[in-house]
C-alpha cells in the first residue's frame, strides 16, 4: 500500500481527496501547515508527498527548501507540487527547489488525480528498479560506468551538456540548486561533479568548500561552469583545487566531454 502525505489546509478539500485516495487503497496522512509537513517526513516515510504552496505558517516553497536541503530528510523522498497558484509563474521555481513535478488543482478531478499519482508512483518505482537492476551488474561493466553530478538550475544546459554526457557513457545525476547538489555530493560516490557558480539556495563556491572540506571527496575533479569569467571571482575559486573553470555561454557540449573524458580516463 502506497503512503501519501496530502498537504492541504481546506478541510473539506482535503477530506474529500483523503476518502478518494483512501477508496484507491493509498494510506494517507493530511498535512495542514507546513510545520506539520516537515514533522511528519521525518516521523514516517512516505512514497510521495502532494504538496500545496500556500500554507499557514511556512509556505510551501519554503518546505521544499528544507526538505531538499536538511540532510535528515531522504533524498529520494518525492515531492509533488499539488496547487492553485499559476503553473507557468510557479513550476520553475519548484523545479529548481528540487520538486519532482508540478500538478495544477484544475487540471484533474479527483479520480483523474489518483490515476496520475499512481502513475508517478509507478514511474518512480521503475526508475528505482532500473537503478537496482545496474548495481546488480557484474563489476567489469560497473567499473566501466563513471558517474557525474550535475549542478545547474538553468534546464537549457541541463539538457544541452547533460545528454552529451550520457551518449558519451556517463552516468549522471542533477540537481537543480545548490543545497540539493551539495547533498548528493555528500551522500554519493562521484567520479567528477560540474556545478554553476550562481545556484539557488546554495553557491557553486560554498559546494566546492564543502566537497574540499570532506576528506572522502576531497580528491573528486570539479569542473566549474559560470556565466562570465571574471578574475576575480575565478581566483579564489581556482585556490580551492578545481580542475578547470569555463564561461558556459561559450562552451559547446563536445568539449564539455572532451575535458571530462580527459579527466576521467
Same mark, same amino acid.
Do not use: T, W
Given at each position: 500500500m502506497a503512503r501519501i502525505m496530502l498537504v492541504e489546509d481546506d478541510q473539506m478539500i482535503a477530506e474529500i481527496y483523503k476518502k478518494k485516495f483512501e477508496s484507491a487503497g493509498f494510506e494517507v496522512v493530511n498535512a495542514v501547515t507546513g510545520k506539520e509537513v516537515l514533522k511528519y517526513a521525518l /516521523?514516517?516515510?512516505?512514497? +510521495?508527498? &502532494?504538496?500545496? +504552496?500556500?500554507?499557514? /505558517?511556512?509556505?510551501?516553497m519554503d518546505v521544499l527548501k528544507e526538505l531538499r536541503s536538511n540532510p535528515e530528510y531522504s533524498s529520494d523522498l518525492k515531492v509533488v507540487v499539488f496547487s492553485n497558484l499559476n503553473k507557468t509563474d510557479h *513550476?520553475? *521555481?519548484a523545479k529548481k527547489l528540487g520538486?519532482?513535478?508540478?500538478i495544477g488543482k484544475t487540471e484533474y478531478n479527483p479520480s483523474g488525480l489518483i490515476v496520475e499519482i499512481q502513475r508517478l508512483l509507478n514511474e518512480y518505482a521503475e526508475q528505482k528498479k532500473n537503478k537496482e537492476r545496474f548495481g546488480g551488474l557484474s563489476k567489469n561493466i560497473v567499473d566501466s560506468e563513471k558517474k557525474i553530478l550535475f549542478v545547474e538550475d538553468e534546464e537549457i544546459f541541463l539538457e544541452m551538456f547533460g545528454k552529451k554526457l550520457e551518449n558519451e557513457g556517463y552516468v549522471v545525476d542533477y540537481a537543480k540548486n545548490g543545497a540539493w547538489g551539495s547533498k548528493l555530493a555528500a551522500e554519493n560516490d562521484y567520479d567528477l561533479i560540474i556545478t554553476d557558480m550562481v545556484m539557488p539556495a546554495m553557491g557553486g563556491d560554498e559546494i566546492i568548500r564543502r566537497i574540499k572540506l570532506d576528506d572522502n571527496k576531497k580528491n573528486v575533479p570539479i569542473i566549474v561552469l559560470s556565466a562570465s569569467l571574471i578574475e576575480e571571482d575565478i581566483k579564489p575559486? #581556482? *585556490?580551492?583545487g578545481v580542475a578547470d573553470f569555463y564561461e558556459k555561454t561559450k562552451l559547446v557540449p563536445s568539449d564539455l566531454a #572532451? #575535458?571530462?573524458? /580527459? +579527466? &576521467?580516463k
Open positions: /516521523e514516517k516515510s512516505f512514497d +510521495l508527498i &502532494l504538496l500545496d +504552496l500556500v500554507l499557514p /505558517e511556512m509556505g510551501g *513550476e520553475i *521555481e520538486a519532482n513535478g508540478f575559486v #581556482r *585556490e580551492m #572532451r #575535458r571530462v573524458n /580527459e +579527466l &576521467l
